[in-house]
């Protein structure tokens, strides 16, 4: 089954590559991507709204989340206001 296309849709960060390496504590998620400006928007905002995220940092054109293990609900804002 292919998977669905979504690169023209503006607000996609696409991602070549999402890899998990899973402690017992936590785990640290490292997203590869050739979309800087979304994933350094996307940094930004899950690392300001996610409280399962110990630590973020970018390394080349990955981005590595250092997680603590559960679920969250995240309340992100768009860069720019939507127009009514």
């Known amino acids: ?3 669905p296309d ?5 607000w996609i960060v696409p991602y070549q590559d999402i890899l998990a390496i899973a402690g017992t504590d936590c785990v640290e998620l490292l ?3 050739n979309c800087y400006g979304g ?3 996307a940094r930004y905002h899950y690392t300001q709204t996610s409280p399962l995220i110990i630590s973020s ?3 080349g054109s990955t981005t ?3 997680l603590r293990v559960g679920t969250s ?3 992100t804002q768009p860069s720019v206001p939507l127009g009514n």
């Open 64 to 66: 590595r989340y250092l």
């Open 57 to 59: 940092r970018t390394v």
């Open 31 to 33: 997203e590869v991507t």
């Open 73 to 75: 609900n995240l309340k």
């Open 39 to 41: 994933a350094a928007w």
């Open 1 to 3: 089954m292919a998977a």
């Open 6 to 10: 979504f690169s023209q849709l503006p």
